[in-house]
């Protein structure tokens, strides 16, 4: 019988506060190890600090997971995360949390499980460790309860976040959380869809639900906007929390959309790009088993916009997407087309989907012409009103 703790109750994967605390703790014990795994210079004792809650003015503030000072200087910002993703510039504004003058001598460290590991190429004054990365020099501590602790850390991670494969099937989920098993399979699209040239990569969550998308987005040169692909559970993500196993999925949703960007407004979106774009690229693709279901639209302008397509000889279910409510939530427009993959699909031939639609999607941004550069509307007109909601229709 291994003489190591189970951490099974202690450390829930659903629980950041208990991880973030267990770790503080660790690093309070065996400072020496905590400089070398951070690449802390600074001489002195160290404080480590949870939460350290600073104002930011109009009545927000940031509040990063671990702080860590030295002689009253905060040498190291660490944020930890399990499932959860990173807020909207959070990295950026945790950066902007230290004084201006001491950041270059500061680490900042965002902390991710191997398995399903942040992207952080946005955020250039952050390096990206794993927890297996930080805990296991622990393992070597000369404090006996800090060695067995980091030793059972590192098992217990290994046996509560499986590793999945080309050969995991998207539905076949068993004895571990539902929401986990779909970060891994969208961390696997991320990790192996072949990125064609110009074209870039990203892992988010959708909304607060739960549910990541893979996203290879193709940026069009100098237009405000990019044609995006991407990959995710089917399923709505409240319909997802109400699952018992993964047998009721439906799939692997492939969406693609021409996104218009910077925007707080759907107003100005180019309906006719769109429909150049399908006719040129997407028609003659008869192996996509397009979903037929038309766009729902409620705002005139977004109506217009689905007839104006059909005037074009696009098909009924072109113009689904995320048009107005949208924009005012991540400054994005975006309406396209999608298709289902069969809940059987493995993760490698759904990989192999998402990058033959990238092709496409590289494709498309590199076309002749651009969008039409319109006005772009920062304000809604006086006395009209948006849909309220980022997904008006899906």
């Not at 976040?161 to 099937?169: A, I, K, L, N, Q």
Request: charged fraction near 20%.
């Amino acid at each position: 019988m291994s003489s190591l703790p189970d951490l099974r109750f202690l450390l829930s994967i659903n629980s950041e506060n208990v991880w973030s605390d267990l770790l503080a703790t660790l690093m309070n014990a065996d400072q020496a190890i905590t400089r070398s795994v951070l690449g802390i210079e600074a001489v002195g004792p160290l404080q480590i600090r949870r939460e350290v809650s600073k104002s930011r003015g109009r009545k927000a503030s940031d509040r990063p997971d671990l702080v860590v000072e030295a002689n009253g200087q905060v040498v190291a910002v660490v944020e930890v995360k399990l499932l959860a993703g990173l807020g909207v510039e959070q990295l950026e504004r945790y950066y902007k949390y230290v004084a201006e003058e001491d950041r270059d001598d500061c680490q900042f460290v965002a902390v991710s499980l191997q398995r399903i590991r942040l992207d952080t190429t946005h955020a250039q004054n952050w390096q990206n460790l794993t927890w297996e990365e930080l805990i296991a020099p622990f393992a070597s501590s000369p404090v006996p309860w800090a060695a067995t602790t980091a030793t059972a850390w590192t098992s217990h991670i290994e046996s509560q976040v499986p590793e999945v494969d080309g050969d995991t099937v998207w539905n076949q989920i068993d004895g571990i959380d539902l929401y986990l098993a779909l970060r891994l399979r969208a961390a696997y699209m991320y990790d192996n869809v072949a990125l064609p040239g110009g074209s870039s990569k990203s892992i988010q969550e959708i909304g607060s639900g739960g549910l990541y998308v893979a996203i290879v987005d193709a940026p069009i040169p100098g237009s405000g906007y990019t044609v995006r692909w991407e990959a995710t559970e089917s399923l709505p993500t409240q319909d997802v929390g109400k699952l018992a196993g993964g047998s009721g999925l439906r799939g692997v949703d492939i969406r693609f959309f021409l996104v218009q960007q910077q925007v707080t407004s759907s107003k100005a979106y180019d309906w006719d790009y769109l429909a150049l774009l399908w006719q040129e690229y997407l028609a003659q693709e008869d192996w996509i088993p397009w979903r037929p279901h038309p766009p729902r639209k409620t705002l005139q302008w977004e109506k217009d916009g689905v007839a104006r397509l059909k005037e074009l000889g696009a098909p009924a279910f072109l113009g689904n997407g995320y048009g107005e409510g949208q924009a005012k939530l991540s400054g994005e427009v975006e309406f396209g087309a999608r298709f289902v993959l069969p809940p059987s699909t493995t993760l490698k031939e759904a990989a192999e989907v998402l990058s033959r639609v990238a092709v496409i999607g590289s494709r498309m941004a590199q076309h002749a012409t651009q969008p039409q550069a319109k006005e772009t509307v920062i304000a809604l007109i006086d006395g009209e009103s948006d849909s309220g909601n980022a997904g008006a229709d899906g």
